[in-house]
T-cell receptor, first 112, second 114 residues
Framework: DQQVKQNSPSLSVQEGRISILNCDYTNSMFDYFLWYKKYPAEGPTFLISISSIKDKNEDGRFTVFLNKSAKHLSLHIVPSQPGDSAVYFCAASDTNAGKSTFGDGTTLTVKP | DAGVIQSPRHEVTEMGQEVTLRCKPISGHDYLFWYRQTMMRGLELLIYFNNNVPIDDSGMPEDRFSAKMPNASFSTLKIQPSEPRDSAVYFC????????????FGAGTRLSVL
């Protein structure tokens, strides 16, 4: 049972346009959500997070939206840049279990 | 700080051999995680430690896998005997204070079992 799903394995966008990466979860106990970015031959690095008490968190070009009723979150990148090309992982955790559960990742390609 | 350090970066071994992966977490971090990344299963948590004590090893695939954390600055993941299906990238990560906090990952060990 995969509790965190990223249904789009890949996404391709033009430089300057918006990139929207989606993530769905099934466990209603999840109360903290994170996005990580991963370049080839490197480990994932933290990008942005959101607590379940919020519905939006913004950091520069990156915004994460949380829809608790739909158990859905999304990462918006505006404007997209070629350097944003990477694999993006969605992660979710709950206070009781402690550990984070990761999605399979979405490979973003930003074309110049 | 140098970040989370994993060794070796690449490991090629033959089926049946013992493999040991090593991790040095960030100094002061009290949580350490071992993950495996494959095309089929994505990034899956194998085991995590808090203050050197294993807390959850439900992700360890089978008894061939074992992990230890003898002190706060060192952990190992051992596979004995190794099998071709163990081929994957293994990541170590650490964090401080709470297991759900931001995790800092090492660069990973790419394991190939022939």
């Amino acid at each position: 049972d995969q509790q965190v799903k990223q249904n789009s394995p890949s996404l391709s966008v033009q430089e300057g346009r918006i990139s929207i990466l989606n993530c769905d979860y099934t466990n209603s106990m999840f109360d903290y959500f994170l996005w990580y970015k991963k370049y080839p031959a490197e480990g994932p690095t933290f990008l942005i997070s959101i607590s379940s008490i919020k519905d939006k968190n913004e950091d520069g070009r990156f915004t994460v939206f949380l829809n608790k009723s739909a158990k859905h979150l999304s990462l918006h990148i505006v404007p997209s840049q070629p350097g944003d090309s990477a694999v993006y992982f969605c992660a979710a955790s709950d206070t009781n279990a402690g550990k984070s559960t990761f999605g399979d990742g979405t490979t973003l390609t930003v074309k110049p | 700080d140098a970040g989370v350090i994993q060794s070796p970066r690449h490991e090629v071994t033959e089926m049946g051999q013992e493999v040991t992966l090593r991790c040095k977490p960030i100094s002061g971090h009290d949580y350490l995680f071992w993950y495996r990344q494959t095309m089929m299963r994505g990034l899956e948590l194998l085991i995590y430690f808090n203050n050197n004590v294993p807390i959850d090893d439900s992700g360890m695939p089978e008894d061939r896998f074992s992990a230890k954390m003898p002190n706060a600055s060192f952990s190992t993941l051992k596979i004995q005997p190794s099998e071709p299906r163990d081929s994957a990238v293994y990541f170590c990560a650490s964090t401080q204070g709470n297991a759900k906090n931001i995790q800092y990952f090492g660069a990973g060990t790419r394991l190939s079992v022939l």
